[in-house]
Protein backbone atom coordinates (compact mmCIF):
# COMPACT_ATOMS: atom_id res chain seq x y z
CA UNK A 1 0.00 0.00 0.00
CA UNK A 2 1.25 3.50 -0.69
CA UNK A 3 1.06 6.18 1.64
CA UNK A 4 1.77 10.25 2.08
CA UNK A 5 5.91 9.77 1.36
CA UNK A 6 5.47 7.60 -1.34
CA UNK A 7 3.61 10.18 -3.92
CA UNK A 8 5.92 12.81 -2.63
CA UNK A 9 8.99 11.19 -3.79
CA UNK A 10 7.66 10.01 -7.36
CA UNK A 11 6.58 13.65 -7.96
CA UNK A 12 10.21 14.68 -6.76
CA UNK A 13 11.41 12.23 -9.10
CA UNK A 14 9.36 13.81 -11.79
CA UNK A 15 9.37 17.54 -10.97
CA UNK A 16 12.29 17.53 -8.30
CA UNK A 17 11.54 19.89 -5.39
CA UNK A 18 14.86 21.38 -5.30
CA UNK A 19 14.69 22.79 -8.17
CA UNK A 20 11.55 25.35 -7.43
CA UNK A 21 12.04 28.98 -7.44
CA UNK A 22 13.50 30.62 -3.89
CA UNK A 23 9.90 32.57 -3.53
CA UNK A 24 8.44 29.31 -3.60
CA UNK A 25 6.94 27.32 -0.80
CA UNK A 26 6.25 23.43 -2.84
CA UNK A 27 6.56 20.36 -1.15
CA UNK A 28 4.88 17.89 0.85
CA UNK A 29 2.73 21.03 3.16
CA UNK A 30 0.16 19.56 5.52
CA UNK A 31 -0.57 16.03 7.39
CA UNK A 32 1.19 12.87 8.15
CA UNK A 33 2.66 9.95 6.44
CA UNK A 34 -0.40 7.69 6.26
CA UNK A 35 -1.46 5.20 4.00
CA UNK A 36 -2.94 6.41 0.56
CA UNK A 37 -5.93 4.40 -1.45
CA UNK A 38 -7.35 7.97 -3.23
CA UNK A 39 -5.48 10.70 -4.10
CA UNK A 40 -7.54 13.96 -4.96
CA UNK A 41 -5.81 16.04 -8.12
CA UNK A 42 -6.34 20.12 -7.98
CA UNK A 43 -4.88 23.29 -9.46
CA UNK A 44 -5.64 24.90 -6.06
CA UNK A 45 -6.79 23.51 -2.67
CA UNK A 46 -9.44 25.31 -1.76
CA UNK A 47 -12.57 24.77 0.73
CA UNK A 48 -14.67 23.33 -1.50
CA UNK A 49 -12.03 20.90 -2.86
CA UNK A 50 -11.30 19.73 0.76
CA UNK A 51 -14.88 19.38 1.06
CA UNK A 52 -14.71 17.02 -1.58
CA UNK A 53 -12.01 14.78 -1.12
CA UNK A 54 -13.35 14.56 2.40
CA UNK A 55 -16.38 13.79 0.90
CA UNK A 56 -14.89 11.03 -1.46
CA UNK A 57 -12.61 9.30 1.25
CA UNK A 58 -9.57 10.65 0.14
CA UNK A 59 -6.27 10.81 2.46
CA UNK A 60 -4.21 13.15 0.09
CA UNK A 61 -4.47 16.15 -2.59
CA UNK A 62 -1.92 16.88 -4.81
CA UNK A 63 -2.18 20.23 -6.27
CA UNK A 64 -0.27 22.70 -8.32
CA UNK A 65 -0.38 26.22 -5.86
CA UNK A 66 0.63 25.67 -2.18
CA UNK A 67 -1.66 25.38 0.50
CA UNK A 68 0.72 27.24 2.79
CA UNK A 69 2.36 30.26 0.24
CA UNK A 70 2.70 33.17 2.56
CA UNK A 71 3.98 32.95 6.25
CA UNK A 72 1.47 31.95 8.63
CA UNK A 73 1.00 33.52 11.98
CA UNK A 74 -1.87 31.99 13.14
CA UNK A 75 -4.64 28.65 12.17
CA UNK A 76 -7.93 30.01 12.68
CA UNK A 77 -11.25 30.08 10.85
CA UNK A 78 -11.06 33.63 10.62
CA UNK A 79 -8.72 33.39 7.47
CA UNK A 80 -9.30 31.70 4.16
CA UNK A 81 -6.19 29.81 4.80
CA UNK A 82 -6.77 29.29 8.05
CA UNK A 83 -9.77 27.55 7.72
CA UNK A 84 -8.36 25.21 4.58
CA UNK A 85 -5.43 24.47 7.21
CA UNK A 86 -8.38 23.54 9.42
CA UNK A 87 -10.41 21.54 7.18
CA UNK A 88 -7.41 19.44 6.31
CA UNK A 89 -6.22 18.55 9.94
CA UNK A 90 -9.69 17.52 11.20
CA UNK A 91 -10.37 15.35 8.00
CA UNK A 92 -6.99 14.48 8.15
CA UNK A 93 -5.98 14.83 4.76
CA UNK A 94 -2.53 15.44 3.14
CA UNK A 95 -1.23 18.15 1.17
CA UNK A 96 1.34 17.51 -1.42
CA UNK A 97 1.78 21.11 -3.68
CA UNK A 98 3.79 20.88 -6.65
CA UNK A 99 4.44 24.14 -7.74
CA UNK A 100 7.42 26.05 -9.67
CA UNK A 101 9.21 22.64 -9.73
CA UNK A 102 6.39 21.17 -12.05
CA UNK A 103 6.15 25.10 -14.16
CA UNK A 104 9.75 23.96 -15.23
CA UNK A 105 10.00 19.84 -15.38
CA UNK A 106 9.55 18.44 -18.62
CA UNK A 107 5.74 17.38 -19.01
CA UNK A 108 4.85 19.95 -16.38
CA UNK A 109 2.99 22.73 -17.34
CA UNK A 110 4.68 24.82 -19.94
CA UNK A 111 4.96 21.56 -21.98
CA UNK A 112 1.39 20.56 -21.23
CA UNK A 113 0.46 24.33 -22.20
CA UNK A 114 2.64 23.55 -25.55
CA UNK A 115 0.74 20.76 -26.55
CA UNK A 116 -3.30 21.80 -25.61
CA UNK A 117 -2.16 24.52 -28.39
CA UNK A 118 -0.89 22.42 -30.54
CA UNK A 119 2.58 24.04 -30.79
CA UNK A 120 5.21 21.82 -33.14
CA UNK A 121 9.09 21.27 -32.68
CA UNK A 122 8.58 22.52 -28.81
CA UNK A 123 11.44 23.72 -26.85
CA UNK A 124 12.45 25.46 -23.55
CA UNK A 125 12.13 29.52 -23.48
CA UNK A 126 14.27 29.53 -20.46
CA UNK A 127 16.41 26.92 -18.93
CA UNK A 128 16.75 27.73 -15.25
CA UNK A 129 19.72 24.68 -15.35
CA UNK A 130 19.74 21.08 -15.02
CA UNK A 131 18.17 18.66 -12.50
CA UNK A 132 20.02 15.91 -10.30
CA UNK A 133 19.34 13.43 -13.25
CA UNK A 134 21.07 15.38 -15.80
CA UNK A 135 17.37 16.80 -17.33
CA UNK A 136 17.15 20.49 -18.14
CA UNK A 137 14.35 22.69 -16.47
CA UNK A 138 13.19 26.04 -17.44
CA UNK A 139 9.90 28.39 -17.52
CA UNK A 140 8.17 28.33 -20.96
CA UNK A 141 7.95 26.77 -24.13
CA UNK A 142 8.68 28.04 -27.99
CA UNK A 143 6.98 26.61 -30.51
CA UNK A 144 5.46 26.76 -34.49
CA UNK A 145 1.73 27.92 -34.88
CA UNK A 146 -0.49 24.85 -35.41
CA UNK A 147 -1.65 27.19 -38.46
CA UNK A 148 0.84 29.44 -39.25
CA UNK A 149 -0.23 32.94 -40.32
CA UNK A 150 -3.50 33.17 -38.45
CA UNK A 151 -3.96 36.78 -36.89
CA UNK A 152 -3.83 37.64 -33.52
CA UNK A 153 -7.51 37.82 -33.14
CA UNK A 154 -8.06 34.64 -35.16
CA UNK A 155 -5.32 32.88 -32.70
CA UNK A 156 -6.20 34.22 -29.53
CA UNK A 157 -9.77 32.62 -30.38
CA UNK A 158 -7.90 29.28 -31.15
CA UNK A 159 -6.49 29.59 -27.79
CA UNK A 160 -9.72 30.46 -25.84
CA UNK A 161 -11.21 27.26 -27.57
CA UNK A 162 -8.43 25.17 -26.76
CA UNK A 163 -8.27 26.48 -23.18
CA UNK A 164 -11.90 26.73 -22.27
CA UNK A 165 -11.09 30.45 -21.19
CA UNK A 166 -13.62 32.61 -19.79
CA UNK A 167 -11.74 35.08 -22.09
CA UNK A 168 -8.38 35.84 -23.84
CA UNK A 169 -7.15 39.76 -23.69
CA UNK A 170 -4.87 40.72 -26.52
CA UNK A 171 -2.84 43.04 -27.95
CA UNK A 172 -1.99 42.74 -32.40
CA UNK A 173 1.40 43.57 -32.21
CA UNK A 174 1.01 43.85 -36.28
CA UNK A 175 2.48 40.32 -37.16
CA UNK A 176 0.45 36.91 -38.37
CA UNK A 177 1.45 34.41 -35.75
CA UNK A 178 4.05 31.73 -36.58
CA UNK A 179 6.21 31.15 -33.43
CA UNK A 180 4.86 30.90 -30.66
CA UNK A 181 6.19 31.26 -26.71
CA UNK A 182 3.96 30.14 -23.75
CA UNK A 183 4.49 30.69 -20.25
CA UNK A 184 1.68 28.93 -17.78
CA UNK A 185 0.43 31.83 -14.96
CA UNK A 186 2.10 34.66 -14.95
CA UNK A 187 4.96 35.45 -16.66
CA UNK A 188 4.69 38.39 -18.63
CA UNK A 189 8.06 39.41 -17.36
CA UNK A 190 9.44 36.87 -19.23
CA UNK A 191 8.19 39.15 -23.02
CA UNK A 192 11.84 40.08 -23.75
CA UNK A 193 12.51 36.46 -23.65
CA UNK A 194 9.94 35.56 -26.11
CA UNK A 195 11.49 38.31 -28.84
CA UNK A 196 14.86 37.09 -27.88
CA UNK A 197 13.65 33.62 -29.16
CA UNK A 198 12.49 34.88 -32.17
CA UNK A 199 8.75 34.48 -31.42
CA UNK A 200 5.88 37.03 -32.79
CA UNK A 201 3.30 35.77 -29.92
CA UNK A 202 3.48 35.06 -26.25
CA UNK A 203 0.73 33.53 -24.47
CA UNK A 204 0.28 34.17 -20.52
CA UNK A 205 -1.75 35.61 -18.01
CA UNK A 206 -2.00 37.44 -15.25
CA UNK A 207 -0.89 40.76 -17.42
CA UNK A 208 -0.83 44.17 -16.40
CA UNK A 209 -2.13 47.31 -18.92
CA UNK A 210 1.46 48.70 -19.10
CA UNK A 211 2.53 44.98 -20.59
CA UNK A 212 0.00 45.31 -23.55
CA UNK A 213 0.99 48.53 -23.98
CA UNK A 214 4.54 47.55 -24.27
CA UNK A 215 4.19 44.26 -26.26
CA UNK A 216 2.15 46.66 -29.01
CA UNK A 217 5.36 48.58 -29.17
CA UNK A 218 7.90 45.92 -29.63
CA UNK A 219 5.64 44.06 -31.90
CA UNK A 220 4.78 40.84 -29.98
CA UNK A 221 1.47 39.56 -29.83
CA UNK A 222 0.74 39.40 -26.57
CA UNK A 223 -2.23 37.11 -24.89
CA UNK A 224 -3.90 36.35 -21.48
CA UNK A 225 -5.61 33.40 -21.43
CA UNK A 226 -6.36 33.44 -17.66
CA UNK A 227 -4.18 32.12 -14.73
CA UNK A 228 -6.09 28.72 -14.47
CA UNK A 229 -6.72 27.69 -17.96
CA UNK A 230 -3.10 28.06 -18.77
CA UNK A 231 -2.22 26.31 -15.83
CA UNK A 232 -4.80 23.59 -15.03
CA UNK A 233 -3.76 21.75 -18.64
CA UNK A 234 -1.27 19.44 -16.22
CA UNK A 235 -3.73 18.35 -13.88
CA UNK A 236 -5.15 15.55 -16.13
CA UNK A 237 -1.91 14.29 -17.26
CA UNK A 238 -0.43 14.63 -13.45
CA UNK A 239 -3.34 12.53 -12.47
CA UNK A 240 -2.74 9.49 -14.91
CA UNK A 241 0.67 9.59 -14.00
CA UNK A 242 0.05 9.27 -10.81
CA UNK A 243 -2.55 6.29 -11.42
CA UNK A 244 0.21 4.61 -13.71
CA UNK A 245 2.68 4.63 -10.49
CA UNK A 246 0.03 3.88 -8.13
CA UNK A 247 -2.29 1.38 -9.48
CA UNK A 248 -3.59 0.62 -6.22
CA UNK A 249 -4.47 4.05 -5.65
CA UNK A 250 -7.36 5.51 -6.70
CA UNK A 251 -7.02 9.06 -8.35
CA UNK A 252 -9.40 11.37 -9.58
CA UNK A 253 -9.52 15.45 -10.58
CA UNK A 254 -11.74 17.47 -8.74
CA UNK A 255 -14.85 18.24 -10.21
CA UNK A 256 -15.56 21.21 -8.56
CA UNK A 257 -12.57 23.33 -9.05
CA UNK A 258 -13.12 25.25 -11.76
CA UNK A 259 -12.31 29.04 -13.60
CA UNK A 260 -13.29 31.35 -10.37
CA UNK A 261 -14.35 33.96 -12.68
CA UNK A 262 -16.69 34.42 -15.75
CA UNK A 263 -16.90 36.85 -18.64
CA UNK A 264 -19.64 38.72 -20.70
Known sequence: MANVRDIYEFIDQIA??????????????????QEVTKVLVALDITGEVVEEASAWGAQ?????????????KSVTEETATGRVLLALAEDRIAAICAHTNLDAALE?????????????????LCQAGVDGRGRPYGIGRVGMAHRPGLSAGEYAAFVKEKLGSASVRFVDGGRPVRKVAVGGGACGSMMGEALAAGCDTFVTADLKY???????????????????PTENVVCA????????????????LSKVHKEIYGAV
Open 16 to 33: PFDTQEGFDNAGFLVGRV
Open 60 to 72: LIVAHHPAIFNPV
Open 108 to 124: GVNDCLARTLELSEPGQ
Open 210 to 228: NQFLDARAMGLNLMDAGHF
Open 237 to 252: PLAVRLKEAFPDVEVR
